[in-house]
Structure formats: structure tokens, C-alpha cells
């Protein structure tokens, strides 16, 4: 009896055990379902203030600079060197926001079509203007920092060569001109450039330019006593109304108008006026404006295929980072030409069109010329069918892969032909030693300041004719022409500190028949952004044969050495 009621008590003690851990379990349950459900409140009440309420100034910026990253390198480069000057703030803000490269693509062509003077013909006179302008001011103005980036280099890139410049670029002696007072003085380097006119600025504008730390790097100035190097010296410099003991040196200081100047000498004229000087020097650095409307239609060419022989040669000369100037030369022997007379005046002509291309095929850049040769005396037609004549074009390019189709067709006969190859347009890497192409030519020569970056074979100032299969005869000049991009430049001077070496070797000899070396940072115009090489060599003592040029280029400041050569044949 007493076992039964054991077990019945044990049986018991169980089934409440049992119903007390239950319960616990049910309780634990009910508390992580209540954390669970507050967890997802304050998710949902997360994720509800932040698509509600707008984005805080940080937030904008941050957005923004990821959205800065996310611009391929070269539409960066395009914006920030490139166009620069030249594109408008409302374009800027446009091309910012664009989110493909599909779009910027297209506002890239949009961009240079608005500005196309002549929108009815396949080139764009504007961008090869301007992309010249950069490559001459590369050339003529870097300092330290590439020309483009100077002041010269901005005003000329926006504006063009001006019609007058007062060149002081050596400083000392200087007479000062009645609106300064007069007297004379002894100045640091400085130009002044005379625009006749200019576009929404207006007429007879006189732009300063001065370079008073004597390091070659001029900025642009409002202050016509900022060339003054003895403005600071006591009783040095005298204006004539501060030699009769008219006035004092000393209130020189005491302008309003953020000028040192002295007092004029028969009134102040209008140029002169603080708020003229303001305004000018603020519309100096806007982006010209717009004059041509967008358009929307591509010029569409079928090529053709024949019989008229020709060679071409491409030539690359970086005017900034993210472009190139691609230069295309196309060379025809005379006895390949008709000629049609006229008047008594016997000429060929031959058309010219070509076209670069992605590799996917859509067109990037086209051209076209027309190349009139003289036929001369009929007495000496030939000597005439002895000789061969080139055309030239230039084009400007990102650094990449292209398809390149040249098309030519002698107007007189019909006969025609089609040259194709693929391109690799170099890139310029700004940490890097670097050079264009070698060219050889039969003509080198300064051009007139009025014929600057126009015309074919123009590179900067200077005349380039490259002769195409490189094909000389003992009585000519071989021209050699290079430019060498980023060498490493000394701190102080900021001259490039380096040396190019020459020689020129026979095939099958080792020695060389000449050999020179050229200290690079006293070569005209050199910087550490740009050193342009132009030799001329006399080919009287080479008997005809094959020959090697080889130019070897060193930068002693970051040790770093470059090889360019080519070949040549002397007949």
C-alpha cells in the first residue's frame, strides 16, 4: 500500500516538473518574439527616415565626390585640361551629372558641334584651332608647370595670338607712359598684349603679364606698377610729378583701388579707371561664348577602292594628358596624277578623305582635303613626273586604339584608292619621360607669328614637312624634329636637367658616322614639361647606303633613360 502511494506521488512530481518547464519555454518564446518585433520596428522606422527626409550637405558632397571617382580618367582630363577654358559653367554642371560613357560620348561631340564655324563640312575648324593653341602655348609658355596651365597659355588658348605684343622679357629700363607717371624706372620681365578686339570684352584690350620672381613663369596682373622692381626702394624710381616735389612716393601706398600706382600725368584715361581695369579682368576669365547652334546630323561618306597609288605616314604629338595631335600625311608620285589645263595652266587634283574609327566601328574624327599640284612649264613636264608631292592633316585624338581609313581620288582621271590600318594613339604619362614621334624631314622653318598653328605641316611655330619612306639625296638636309615630354626639373631654376645624345650609324658598321651630345636645359625654350628637339643635318658626307639614326635621351634628375630611332636612305 505504501509503495503504491509512492509511486502515485512520484508520478505526480513529475507532471508538475513537466508543466513548469513549459512554461518557461512559452516565456522565453514570448520575449524573443517581443525583441524581435521591436528590432524590426526600428528597422522599418530606420529605413522610413531615410528615404524621407532629404540628404544632409555631407551627405550631397560625399555623393558627389563618389560620383567624381566614377568619371573615367580621360573625360576627367577632358573636362579639366582640355576644355577648360572654353566650356561654360552650365556645360560643366551638365557633364557632371551624366551617368555612361555612352553619354559623355555624345555631350563631347555635341560640345565641339556648337562651336563648329562650319557645320556644313566634316571638319570642325574650331577644335583643330584650339587644340593647335595648346600645343603652341605647351611650346612657348611652360614654366615649370605645362604651358597650358600659365596665364599666357590661358588668355592665348581662349583668345588666339594677339595682334601686338610689347615684349620686355628681359626687364630693366623702362619708361613709364604719362598714365603711369611718367619718369623711368627699372622694371622686372613683363609683356603687354593688344587685342584690337575681342568678343564681349570689347576693343583695344591691354593685357599685362609679369614675371617678377625672374623664374619665367608670368601671371596675368591689374596692377600696371606690379613691374615696378623699385617700387619698394626709397627715393628710386621717381615718377616726374615726384621729382618736382609735386607728390610723394610714399602716397603710392595709399590707394583704394589695390594699385601701387603713381599719380598720372595729364588725367587718367578710361582704360585706366579702377572699375574698367575690374571688369576686364574678370571677363578675362570667362569662357567665350557660344555663337553656333547644336546640331544633330553626321556627315555619312561611302568609301571607295582603285587604282591611285599612294603612302601615308602617321605622326603623334601629345598636347595635353588626355590628347594628342595626330597628324596624317598622305605623299603621291607625280607620274600617278592627270593633269588638267586650264587657262594655260596645267594642274592635278586629288581629294582627300579620311576617318578614324573605334574598334567597334563607330567614327570618332573625319577629314577631308584637297591637294592642288602645280604641273609647271610644259618643257619641263619630265622633270615634273620625277618628283612626288604630300598633303597633311591634323587631328586631334584621346589616347587609344583606332581604325584609321585614308581615302584618295585624282578629281581629273576617277582613279582612286583606300589605305587602312589600325592606330595606337600614345598616351602621355605626366610621371614619365616621354617623346612623340621621330620625325624626319626635308623642311624645317619658323613660321610668321600670323601663320602660327594654321596651314599643313605646322606644328606650334615651326614647319615640319616629313618626308614620307625617308629618301634623301647627298645635295639635301635631313631635319630631325622630336618633342620630349616631363622631365624631372631642377627645384631651383626649373630647367630641366638632362642631355640627348645623337649618332648615326651605317647598316652592317657599329661605329658611327656622326655622334653629338646636347645638354637639354640649354636647349630654346626648354621646361621641365616640354623640350622640343629640331636639328638639321647635311648629308654631303654619306655615300649613298642605309643608315640609323638613334637618339638617346637621359633624365639625370629622375634617372630615367628613352631610345628613339630610325632608318633613312641616302641616294
Known amino acids: 500500500m505504501k509503495a503504491t502511494r509512492l509511486s502515485v506521488f512520484c508520478i505526480a512530481v513529475s507532471l508538475l516538473a513537466c508543466v513548469f518547464a513549459l512554461a518557461q519555454q512559452t516565456a522565453q518564446q514570448d520575449d524573443s518574439s517581443k525583441k524581435t ?7 522599418d522606422k530606420k529605413v522610413a527616415e531615410t528615404t524621407s527626409r532629404p540628404m544632409t550637405d555631407k551627405e550631397r558632397k560625399a555623393k558627389e565626390k563618389q560620383l567624381r571617382k566614377e568619371l573615367a580618367t580621360p573625360y576627367r582630363k577632358w573636362l579639366n585640361e582640355d576644355v577648360t577654358y572654353i566650356i561654360t559653367d552650365e556645360e560643366r554642371s551638365a557633364f557632371v551629372r551624366l551617368q555612361t560613357d555612352e553619354e559623355r560620348e555624345q555631350f563631347i561631340e555635341n560640345f565641339w558641334l556648337r562651336r563648329d564655324p562650319s557645320p556644313d563640312t566634316v571638319e570642325n575648324e574650331f577644335r583643330e584651332e584650339h587644340y593647335r593653341r595648346i600645343a603652341y602655348a ?8 605645362p604651358g597650358w596651365k600659365t596665364d599666357r597659355g590661358r588668355i592665348y588658348i581662349t583668345y588666339g595670338p594677339p595682334d601686338e605684343i610689347d615684349d620686355h622679357s628681359s626687364g630693366g629700363s623702362y619708361e613709364r607712359p604719362p598714365e603711369e607717371g611718367g619718369g623711368e624706372t627699372s622694371t622686372y620681365p613683363f609683356q603687354q598684349w593688344r587685342y584690337r578686339y575681342i568678343d564681349g570684352i570689347g576693343t583695344n584690350i591691354i593685357i599685362e603679364f609679369v614675371d617678377p620672381t625672374m623664374s619665367g613663369e608670368f601671371h596675368m596682373t591689374m596692377d600696371p606698377s606690379e613691374k615696378d622692381a623699385l617700387l619698394y626702394v626709397p627715393n628710386a624710381g621717381l615718377t616726374i610729378m615726384e621729382q618736382m616735389g609735386m607728390s610723394d612716393k610714399t602716397a603710392r601706398f595709399q590707394n583704394t583701388d589695390g594699385t601701387h600706382l603713381a599719380a598720372p600725368l595729364g588725367g587718367l584715361p578710361e582704360s585706366m579707371n579702377e572699375f574698367t581695369r575690374l571688369e576686364q579682368f574678370a571677363n578675362l576669365q570667362k569662357p567665350p561664348k557660344i555663337k553656333f547652334a547644336d546640331l544633330e546630323s553626321k556627315v555619312d561618306s561611302r568609301i571607295l577602292y582603285d587604282i591611285l597609288p599612294m603612302q ?4 603623334y604629338f601629345p598636347v595635353t594628358d588626355a590628347s594628342v595631335m595626330t597628324y596624317v600625311t598622305v605623299q603621291f608620285e607625280h607620274k600617278d596624277l592627270q593633269l588638267k589645263t586650264k587657262d594655260g595652266v ?9 576617318e578614324f574609327k573605334t574598334i567597334s566601328g563607330k567614327i570618332v574624327q573625319t577629314f577631308e582635303e584637297d591637294l592642288v599640284v602645280d604641273g609647271g612649264p610644259a618643257q619641263f613636264r619630265t622633270d615634273w613626273m620625277q618628283h612626288k608631292s604630300i598633303g ?3 587631328v586631334p585624338l584621346k589616347p587609344g586604339q583606332y581604325r584609321l581609313d585614308v581615302v584618295c581620288k585624282d578629281v581629273t582621271s576617277g582613279f582612286a584608292n583606300n589605305w587602312s590600318k589600325t592606330v595606337n594613339v600614345p598616351r602621355l604619362d605626366p610621371d614619365t619621360l616621354s617623346t612623340s614621334t621621330l620625325m624626319l624631314a626635308d623642311d624645317i622653318e619658323t613660321v610668321p607669328m600670323r601663320n602660327i598653328g594654321t596651314g599643313q605641316f605646322v606644328i606650334g611655330d615651326t614647319k615640319v614637312r616629313p618626308r614620307i619612306g625617308a629618301i ?3 645635295d639635301e638636309t635631313l631635319g630631325i624634329y622630336m618633342k620630349l615630354y616631363n622631365f624631372g626639373a631642377d627645384e631651383t631654376t626649373r630647367k630641366p636637367q638632362g642631355e640627348v645624345s645623337y649618332e648615326v650609324v651605317r647598316t652592317g658598321t657599329a661605329d658611327p658616322i656622326v655622334a653629338a651630345t646636347e645638354d637639354v636645359g640649354k636647349i630654346q ?13 647635311r648629308l654631303e658626307q654619306f655615300p649613298p647606303g642605309s643608315y640609323t639614326l638613334r ?9 630615367q633613360t628613352l631610345t628613339q630611332s630610325a632608318p633613312f636612305t641616302v641616294t
Not at 601615308?312 to 605622326?315: F, G, H
Open 346 to 354: 596645267s594642274t592635278a587634283n586629288v581629294h582627300l578623305f579620311g
Open 37 to 43: 518585433d521591436n528590432s524590426n520596428k526600428k528597422a
Open 138 to 145: 605647351n611650346e612657348h609658355y611652360a614654366s615649370g608647370i
Open 551 to 559: 637618339i638617346k635621351i637621359t633624365d639625370k634628375n629622375r634617372n
Open 525 to 537: 625654350d626648354a621646361s621641365g614639361s616640354q623640350v622640343t628637339l629640331q636639328k638639321r643635318l
Open 312 to 315: 601615308v605616314s602617321v605622326d
Open 472 to 474: 634623301f639625296r647627298r
Open 392 to 394: 597633311q592633316k591634323s
